[in-house]
Nanobody, 126 residues
Framework: QLQLVESGGGLVQPGGSLRLSCAASGFPFDNYHIAWFRQAPGKEREGVSYISNSGGFTSYARSVKGRFTISRDNAKNTVYLQMNSLKPEDTAIYYC???????????????????WGQGTQVTVSS
């Protein structure tokens, strides 16, 4: 059974850091591109960061570029999102999502992704 499980969320003060993990199982992980999305209350789900199946290509939303770093360890079937210099506007539920390499489209379009995790809450507040 295909599964994506996020972890690492929590409450952090502005300027702090968190590292999110997305553990995958039940599918050939290295044949899938992975993205992180987030959704704040009352707002649409937005793409945050993307990493190709090999890890050779990454991209970031303008709002997080320079503060967030995405990486993956295919031997551990896990993708990470290191989040530094966190701001209150980063508060949201963060989801990881997987799409096979055979899918093409906007890497930050939720419709591109076939599989989603349940999400992990990130709250940035003093």
């Amino acid at each position: 059974q295909l599964q994506l499980v996020e972890s690492g969320g929590g409450l952090v003060q502005p300027g702090g850091s968190l590292r999110l993990s997305c553990a995958a199982s039940g599918f050939p992980f290295d044949n899938y591109h992975i993205a992180w999305f987030r959704q704040a209350p009352g707002k649409e789900r937005e793409g945050v960061s993307y990493i190709s199946n090999s890890g050779g290509f990454t991209s970031y939303a303008r709002s997080v570029k320079g503060r967030f770093t995405i990486s993956r360890d295919n031997a551990k079937n896990t993708v990470y999102l290191q989040m530094n210099s966190l701001k209150p506007e980063d508060t949201a539920i963060y989801y990881c999502a997987a799409t096979p390499t055979t899918n093409w489209g906007n890497s930050f379009s939720p419709g591109l992704y076939d599989y989603w995790g349940q999400g992990t809450q990130v709250t940035v507040s003093s």
